[in-house]
């Protein structure tokens, strides 16, 4: 089965490859030729429908989008839908994370989630999924791995950030992992031609 995921992004590509195995042939935007979608939703489920919508009404394809966000209960949930442009437009994964830090500085509260939300147009029927990871926002920054807010988030039950796990430790827990795990085995259930 051929399907498009509405990404420009290559890791997640490959990561996505990974997951679903040979049987998908996974396309990204660019190879399908589509410029950058624009994501103007206030939520993630609202966003990740927009890049999928988007591909089925204009390419007529099988498609499926995600978006993820960062929550932290005493921010009221920021960065949320926000998180990859929190400390403004053009700013680094370093900026947001400062920013969070700063904003988080002297509060006891920690807790956060990682929310991540796929939707799946098939056959013009639209699916969703949704995972969260609980964890806590540490007062300062460890490991170098990953990516994002990866080394100020400590996932509950482990003593390693995101940024301190291996890639494939992360994957077997994240929330974007769990989540395309999720729409992999509701492919392997769904009826081929
Ligand atoms: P996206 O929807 O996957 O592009 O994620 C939006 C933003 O959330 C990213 O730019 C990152 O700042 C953050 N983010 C998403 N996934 C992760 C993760 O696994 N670790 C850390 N930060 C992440």
């Known amino acids: ?36 979608i624009p994501e103007t939703a206030d939520t993630l489920k609202g966003n990740a429908l927009q890049k999928a919508q988007y591909v089925a009404d204009r390419y007529g394809r099988n498609c499926f989008a995600d978006d993820t966000g960062l ?34 500085e002297g509060i006891a509260n920690r807790k956060a989630c990682f929310k991540t939300v796929i939707a799946l147009i098939l056959n013009g029927q639209r699916y969703f999924f949704e995972v969260r990871v609980d964890g806590i926002i540490l007062p300062e920054q460890r490991g170098v ?18 940024a301190e796990m291996d890639g494939a430790t992360k994957n077997s ?21």
């Not at 509405?6 to 997640?12: E, G, Q, R, S």
């Not at 791995?145 to 995101?162: E, H, R």
């Open 1 to 36: 089965m051929e399907i498009i995921f509405a990404t420009h992004n290559l890791h997640k590509t490959e990561e996505v490859r990974s997951i679903l195995g040979p049987d998908y042939r996974i396309k990204n935007l660019p190879e399908l030729g589509c410029p950058d």
């Open 71 to 104: 929550e932290i209960e005493a921010l009221d949930g920021r960065p949320g839908v926000y998180s990859a442009r929190y400390a403004g437009e053009g700013c680094s994964y370093q900026d947001n994370v400062l920013k969070v830090l700063k904003e988080m």
């Open 145 to 162: 791995d990953g990516f994002g807010y990866d080394p100020v988030f400590l996932p509950d039950g482990y003593n390693q950030t995101f």
């Open 173 to 193: 827990i994240s929330h974007r992992g769990r989540a395309m795990r999720q729409l992999k085995d509701f492919l392997l259930e769904y009826p081929r031609p």
